[in-house]
């Protein structure tokens, strides 16, 4: 009789997630580039952290099938400007 109760805990601890090894599961909230909020669970900062999108499948190509240029840093503006003499923008 040990040796079957000592096979179940065996087992028993095989399958126990290990502790201290995981990231904390928390909820947050995620805010969509139109404003509209939800709220999830995720390992992202820390609970009650806000996600705000910079783009999301309301504004991204692959879902709207519309090009739209997103300027992160002044990028576009310096491209426009350096060719505008061209007539390119």
Same mark, same amino acid.
């Given at each position: 009789?040990? #040796?079957?109760?000592?096979?179940?805990?065996?087992?028993?601890? +095989? @399958?126990?997630?290990?502790?201290?090894? !995981? $990231?904390?599961?928390?909820?947050?909230?995620?805010?969509?580039?139109?404003?509209?909020?939800?709220?999830? #669970?995720?390992?992202?900062?820390?609970?009650?952290?806000?996600? +705000? @999108?910079?783009?999301?499948?309301?504004? !991204? $190509?692959?879902?709207?099938?519309?090009?739209?240029?997103?300027?992160?840093?002044?990028?576009?503006?310096?491209?426009?400007?350096?060719?505008?003499?061209?007539?390119?923008?």
């Amino acid at each position: 009789m040990w #040796r079957r109760q000592d096979a179940q805990s065996t087992e028993l601890e +095989r @399958l126990t997630m290990k502790k201290e090894i !995981h $990231p904390d599961y928390h909820e947050i909230t995620v805010q969509m580039t139109d404003g509209t909020e939800f709220t999830t #669970r995720s390992t992202y900062g820390e609970p009650g952290a806000t996600l +705000r @999108l910079d783009i999301d499948p309301k504004t !991204h $190509p692959a879902w709207t099938g519309v090009q739209r240029l997103v300027d992160s840093g002044g990028q576009v503006a310096k491209f426009n400007k350096r060719f505008e003499k061209f007539g390119l923008t």
